[in-house]
T-cell receptor, first 113, second 112 residues
Framework: DQQVKQNSPSLSVQEGRISILNCDYT??????FLWYKKYPAEGPTFLIS?????DKNEDGRFTVFLNKSAKHLSLHIVPSQPGDSAVYFC????????????FGTGTRLAVRP | EAQVTQNPRYLITVTGKKLTVTCSQN?????MSWYRQDPGLGLRQIYY???????DKGDVPEGYKVSRKEKRNFPLILESPSPNQTSLYFC???????????FGNGTRLTVT
């Protein structure tokens, strides 16, 4: 039972344009959401997070939007750069479940120069 | 430098031969966890620990053991590895449930 889903395994975007990565979840108890970026041969690195009390969080070129009623979050990267090419994972946790963090299957983003 | 260090980076072993993957963090984090990454399945949590001597199962704990005798170390033990445990393993730590995970660089395990 995949509680966190990233339905697009890959995405290709032109440099300078917007990248939009999507994530859906099924567990209504999730109240904290994170995005991680992963380059080959490295561990995932934290990008941005959002708590369920907000619907938007911004950090430089990265913005995460949360739609609780639709159980959907998205990561916007504007403008996209070739160095953003990586695999992006969304993750979710519930305060009641200790340190249990559930990841999606990842979306591979390729930014074309 | 704040980091999570796991060793070894690469490991090839045979079915049934016990192995341990070590993990250490220098950030004084309470929370530590292990994940495996497999194609098409993303990152799945194996075990996590919220404090010394406190461990709990994640989504895929079968075939694995962990221990948390000290705050900084959280080794992953495979008592009798099998080929379906061939995977890329990541150790991670964080200060509390509302702070981001810091990951190690991974251990690629092959069980033949």
């Amino acid at each position: 039972d995949q509680q966190v889903k990233q339905n697009s395994p890959s995405l290709s975007v032109q440099e300078g344009r917007i990248s939009i990565l999507n994530c859906d979840y099924t567990n209504s108890m999730f109240d904290y959401f994170l995005w991680y970026k992963k380059y080959p041969a490295e561990g995932p690195t934290f990008l941005i997070s959002i708590s369920s009390i907000k619907d938007k969080n911004e950090d430089g070129r990265f913005t995460v939007f949360l739609n609780k009623s639709a159980k959907h979050l998205s990561l916007h990267i504007v403008p996209s750069q070739p160095g953003d090419s990586a695999v992006y994972f969304c993750a979710a946790s519930a305060e009641s479940s200790g340190d249990k963090l559930t990841f999606g299957t990842g979306t591979r983003l390729a930014v074309r120069p | 430098e704040a980091q999570v260090t796991q060793n070894p980076r690469y490991l090839i072993t045979v079915t049934g031969k016990k192995l341990t993957v070590t993990c250490s963090q220098n950030m004084n984090h309470e929370y530590m966890s292990w994940y495996r990454q497999d194609p098409g399945l993303g990152l799945r949590q194996i075990y996590y620990s919220m404090n010394v001597e406190v461990t709990d199962k994640g989504d895929v704990p079968e075939g694995y053991k962990v221990s948390r005798k000290e705050k900084r170390n959280f080794p992953l033990i495979l008592e009798s590895p099998s080929p379906n445990q061939t995977s890329l393993y990541f150790c991670a730590s964080r200060r509390d449930p509302n702070s981001p995970l810091h990951f190690g660089n991974g251990t690629r395990l092959t069980v033949t």
